[in-house]
């Protein structure tokens, strides 16, 4: 794991300081977690997440997915990859180191490739050494692994192809799905992820992997995963654990972590106090949820929750489905095709069955996973819930 240099602290001292720390903060906000929506013990899920995570953030919503990953038991992940194009400096640690300390979780957190791929076959095997180990880790993952495992990517997807290419076998044998928050629904559309490696995103469509396809624009296309999160509710009072209020304030106020120490930062009451209101653009909780294996659950006027199975007395509700499509790409990785329920399918497509409600049903399910966030320590032992 790559050390961040020159801001005051470094990965070993919060890495020391995160389990003891977890039940400090844990204790600080009197909070535990929630049972699960389902009620019952949740399957685990092998997962290999990449994103391109910065702190200061480019944009706040890789913030709240990366809570969104540790909000949910049943993710085993077994790694962080930070897509960030080599900015090491900007490479969003903080965030995870906060992230592992709520949890008290440890997970490997590694730097990703710094360029773009040169062609859909391309290695990447010339890139620097220390932009290597996201690619060494997802075939050290899927190689150790006893079965398959998923792999969610929220910005460009050059290391997952990356190891493809070192090792197609292997990735068709443990790859359980590539779960991609990438491109456009319509022909001719363009989107920031594709931009980022164009050339990887079409080698992933053509790899014959099993890909799950998660378009971010247009925004009111049946097939975009677009929405608005309402994030003013999650920081009123005990709704949410108070720790978790301070770790979004941290990444919004953009804290230098040389000042502001992250770990330690998740107790600081006056982050927590803060009471920030507005609309954030969302694109990643279908796909989250989806690799999870939860599905959405009404379970009163207006309440909808996320789980691995019925809620008592909750009825299902289908705002989004998946459909076997094929996506045909230009070299900038703009669609020239489209088709939903394609004979010779790619990928498996998300489209929203509810467009009326489906931004309205995401926002009830998010702020109540992360009402429910597991915190580590003895808040979380002592089985009581802050604000009930």
Known sequence: MTRRKGKGWSMQKAAAMAWALAALVAVAVGHAVAPAASGGEPARVPLI?????????????????????????????????????????????????????LSGRRVPCVLGLKGKLKGLDDKALDQPAEFQEGVKYILKVLGDAAGPVAIITTGSTRDVVAAFNRDPALCREKIR???????????????????????????????????????????????????????????????????????????????????????????DASLAA???????????????????????????????????????????????????????????????????????PNVTAFRRTDAERYGKVMNSCLLDLYRRFPLAGKAAEAGHTEGR
């Open 49 to 101: 997440y990449s994103t391109d995570l910065y702190h200061p953030y480019v944009d706040l919503d890789d913030h709240f997915d990366l809570a969104q990953v540790f909000a949910m038991p049943e993710f085993d992940v077994r790694a962080i990859i930070l897509d960030v194009n080599g900015e090491v400096a900007r490479a969003g640690r903080p965030a995870v180191e906060q992230m592992m300390a």
């Open 177 to 267: 799905g590539v779960y991609a928050n990438i491109g456009s629904a319509v022909v001719g559309g363009g989107e920031y992820n594709v931009r980022l490696d164009a050339a990887s995103y079409r080698a992933l469509l053509a790899s014959g992997l099993p890909v799950f396809w998660f378009p971010c624009f247009p925004d009111t296309h049946p097939g975009a995963t677009f929405w608005r999160f309402d994030y003013g509710p999650m920081f009123e009072a005990e709704v949410v654990p108070a720790g978790l209020r301070a770790y979004l304030t941290y990444a919004m106020r953009k804290l230098d972590p040389g000042a502001s120490e992250p770990v330690a930062s998740l107790a």
């Open 274 to 344: 803060v009471r920030p209101k507005g609309l954030k653009e969302m694109w990643c909780t279908p796909s989250l949820l989806a690799a999870a294996g939860r599905k959405v659950y009404c379970v009163g006027p207006d309440q909808w929750v996320a789980a691995a199975a019925p809620p008592p007395g909750a009825t299902e509700e289908k705002v989004f489905e998946f459909v076997p499509a094929r996506v045909e790409l230009d070299d900038a990785g703009k669609p020239t095709k489209v088709e939903y329920g394609a004979a010779e």
